[in-house]
């Protein structure tokens, strides 16, 4: 089929004789003042699929090495018409919550935008999460069908007990679509595409591309649950919509000649990966999808694919440059940092590899990332260590938000209250956000979502200081915050120092108590490939060789193999704290 061929068929997708009505359409009945505005019309991040179908169909949207271990590769034109047959699959089915329980694999790309398309709910949950947290969170969102990937069918099998009446789809992840080696979930796209054409044929105009109430919520996005069960955070279409153009512009996914090219690092099922499955549709750049982590993969694709962007925890960061097969790029590769707070150790040795950190900082209940470190020219004027500690700052609102602000906590304070901290680098309080990229709320959890949103702004947890110019840094987390003998010490803060130590690859800190200053900090390290240390050198070191604060030099440190770790990539201090009071086998 020639490309202007295959042109016409999309057109006919988009199309009809008898075309649904419109997103600024009047409906009867209808209350929302703005369906009667001609100069408006909703936002759904939805569209961007069927907008970059329209515009390149034959552009590649997606490169991935199947379970087949064949090298896959999607025109914009394909992504969209799978998308649409799973949404007209949904449609037919009359499917309203759709669970998704894959890795980084097309499938999820594509149930993302079919499910949306159909006018459903997705909930992306994280697979290495326990069974039971697996089974509390589908049945807790009221899935009626879910999409799997056969590698982690065996972690429905409490929920299929319980509720075994919902449908479980299972994607193979494989090279084919049709045919022995294609799986349920390619018969359930190829379905909904008989369906569209035996029904009318009415492609992308019989479904629903824009939202016709853009505050209805698109996913709901499960927090970790490490200490508590998981909430269920509501995203909207509109939240999306502005918080992945917010992804576009602040991780430069747009600014250069040619198509972006994106690996994905990031798990799709946190956050809806940041939203940006929508921000990388929205640009018509390249998913490269991945099923796990894998150093020299990553490496080999950074070389090879010349792969612009991806987007990494700073443990992930860390140990992809600590990788035998790590060199200097040619070219350079924007890396969007966040999850926890990075050092500026950690962005000094990726920009030694042509690794250009993007540092963002945000929360689940933020659709991720909703602030950024803006970097200014005249840092390159300052010392090495002080242009890359102004690196590691978490920095300003993103420009689809409103301004971050930092407010004063304490027994004083009413809740709800809101009086700001001084801008003096120094007086720490809570982080909080307004604005447009703030989620809705916590689904069917009326009074955690009043605690979110005590005073009208959505709390974050996290304290910081506010520098002058405006941006804030994180010191840590509330419960985080060692006061030892009347010193407030950051474990955040003494970790990227003690990160600094030649032989240290990964560091926590967390308090253990103390007799005689109240509490102290206790470090856990790791150490780089081929190399050795133990606990007292780095105790000596800290005391005369660094720059650490006497009082904040911890009294022990205790190299371990491994430091625990949540899914994105964020150190348990949980466990850790378990870890200091001697039970080594808290997981």
Request: net charge negative; hydrophobic share 35%; proline share 5%.
């Amino acid at each position: 089929m020639s490309p202007l061929d295959r042109l016409q068929k999309l057109a006919s997708h988009f199309t009809s004789a008898n075309p649904v009505p419109g997103p600024g359409t009047i409906h009867p009945g209808d209350s929302h003042e703005y369906h009667h505005r001609h100069n408006f019309h909703t936002l759904s991040p939805t569209s961007f699929l069927w907008r970059a179908a329209c515009i390149e169909p034959e552009a590649t949207a997606i490169y991935h090495k199947t379970a087949n271990d064949k090298i896959l590769r999607r025109s914009y034109l394909e992504f969209a018409d799978r998308a649409r047959g799973l949404a007209y699959y949904l449609l037919r089915h009359n499917h309203k919550r759709v669970g998704i329980l894959c890795t980084n694999t097309p499938a999820f790309l594509e149930s993302i935008f079919g499910i949306a398309a159909a006018g459903a709910v997705s909930v992306g949950v994280n697979y290495r999460l326990k069974t039971d947290d697996i089974s509390y969170i589908f049945q807790h969102s009221e899935v009626d069908l879910i999409i799997a990937d056969y590698e982690f069918e065996g972690l429905l099998e409490k929920f299929k007990k319980e509720r075994p009446g919902v449908k479980v789809i299972v994607d193979t992840d494989t090279d084919a679509t049709e045919g022995q080696l294609s799986g349920p979930f390619d018969d359930a796209v190829l379905e909904g595409l008989t369906y569209d054409h035996s029904s009318g044929g009415h492609g992308w105009s019989g479904l629903h591309p824009q939202a016709e109430d853009e505050e209805s919520v698109i996913a709901l996005a499960y927090t970790s649950g490490t200490t508590a069960r998981p909430k269920g955070v509501e995203y909207t279409h509109r939240g999306c919509y502005l918080a992945a153009l917010g992804n576009v512009i602040e991780s430069g996914l747009n600014y250069h000649t040619g198509r972006a090219k994106y690996l994905w690092t990031l798990p799709m099922f946190h956050a809806t990966g940041w939203t940006f499955p929508w921000a990388i549709t929205a640009v018509r750049a390249t998913h490269y999808c991945l099923r796990k982590i894998d150093y020299p993969e990553i490496w080999r694709l950074l070389k090879t694919e010349g792969i612009t962007h991806l987007n990494a925890a700073p443990t992930v960061n860390t140990l992809l440059c600590a990788a035998k097969e790590a060199e200097r790029l040619e070219n350079p590769v924007r890396v969007t940092v966040a999850a926890s707070p990075p050092s500026a150790w950690l962005f000094e040795q990726m920009t030694n590899l042509n690794l250009q950190p993007v540092h963002v900082y945000g929360l689940t209940e933020t659709y991720g990332p909703i602030t950024k470190g803006y970097h200014m020219p005249e840092w390159e004027e300052l010392e090495v260590k002080d242009k890359y500690a102004k690196m590691a700052r978490q920095g300003h609102g993103f420009i689809t938000g409103l301004p971050v602000r930092v407010i004063k906590t304490g027994d004083d304070v009413k809740e709800g209250e809101l009086i700001d901290v001084r801008k003096d680098g120094k007086e720490i309080g809570e982080i909080v956000f307004e604005g447009n990229i703030c989620a809705k709320g916590y689904y069917k959890d009326a009074e955690a979502t009043r605690k979110l949103w005590a005073g009208g702004v959505n709390h974050s947890g996290d304290l910081a200081v506010w520098h002058p110019d405006g941006a804030i840094q994180i010191l840590d987390r509330a419960k985080d915050i060692i006061i030892s003998g009347g010193e407030n010490i950051s474990s955040v803060a003494l970790e990227s120092m003690l990160a600094t130590h030649p032989t240290i690859l990964e560091v926590g800190v967390v308090a253990v108590p103390d007799s005689h200053w109240g509490e102290r900090p206790k470090a856990f390290v790791t150490v780089k490939d081929g190399e050795q240390l133990k606990g007292e050198e780095v105790v000596d070191w800290a005391k005369h060789k660094s720059e650490i604060s006497k009082f904040m030099v911890p009294r022990e440190v205790v190299v371990v193999e491994e430091l625990p770790k949540t899914s994105t990539g964020k150190i348990k201090k949980n466990v850790l704290r378990e870890w200091a009071k001697g039970h080594e086998d808290a997981k």
